[in-house]
Antibody, heavy 119, light 107 residues
């Protein structure tokens, strides 16, 4: 069983930075790609970023490139999302999720963490 | 980028009825990379269906997926009250991963 727990959210002023963390349990972390997905209040799901199992490759939603950076620490079963130059439209619940290559889908999700960008 | 369009936006049905949810891709996609998720109010999304038609662990058999090319369907054969949720289709053949806009099922 895999558990994902996000932390680091909160209220932040526009233009500031925030780093989200996702702690993963389970022995398969270092062999799984990890993703971040966000959901603005009352809206649908929006994919944010992904990182390969070994950290060798990252990909980002075009609208976020240059502001957000995904990273991971396999020795501590952690994945991170560094968010810079935050805007009001970045206000959302952020989920980390594991991508399973066996099912080609996001098979485990965290409970989500709220980020509010407001002055 | 593959754009997924879901319809209808909202489906209002009664317990025991059948729900048919549509997901249309902007171009033909490999059915290996089409999944469906359920999101109940206040909860994280949950994987329902992967590879177009395979049920994820613990998903009851009243949920089924089908389709190919550009047209995919999630069917809930006999609705139960706990099926009230928003359902999203998702594609990830290569970056970027994309979600449809969702269909809300009201029971």
């Amino acid at each position: 069983q895999v558990q994902l727990v996000e932390s680091g959210g909160g209220v932040v002023q526009p233009g500031r930075s925030l780093r989200l963390s996702c702690a993963a349990s389970g022995s398969t972390f270092s062999t799984s790609a990890m993703h971040w997905v966000r959901q603005a209040p009352g809206k649908g799901l929006e994919w944010v970023a992904a990182i390969w199992y070994d950290g060798s490759h990252e990909s980002y939603a075009d609208s976020l490139k240059g502001r957000f950076t995904i990273s991971r620490d396999n020795s501590n079963n952690m994945v991170y999302l560094q968010m810079n130059s935050l805007r009001a439209e970045d206000t959302a619940v952020y989920y980390c999720a594991r991508f399973s290559s066996f099912v080609s889908a996001l098979d485990y999700w965290g409970q989500g963490i709220l980020v509010t960008v407001s002055s | 980028e593959i754009v997924l369009t879901q319809s209808p936006g909202t489906l209002s049905l009664s317990p025991g009825e059948r729900a048919t949810l549509s997901c249309r891709a902007s171009q033909s996609i490999n059915s290996m990379y089409l999944a469906w998720y359920q999101q109940r109010p206040g909860q994280a999304p949950r994987l329902l269906i992967y590879v177009t038609s395979s049920r994820a662990t613990g998903i009851p058999d009243r949920f089924s997926g089908s389709g190919s090319g550009t047209d995919f369907t999630l069917t809930i054969s006999r609705l139960e009250p706990e099926d009230s949720a928003v359902y999203y289709c998702q594609h990830y053949g290569s970056s970027p991963l994309t979600f449809g806009g969702g269909t809300k099922v009201e029971i």
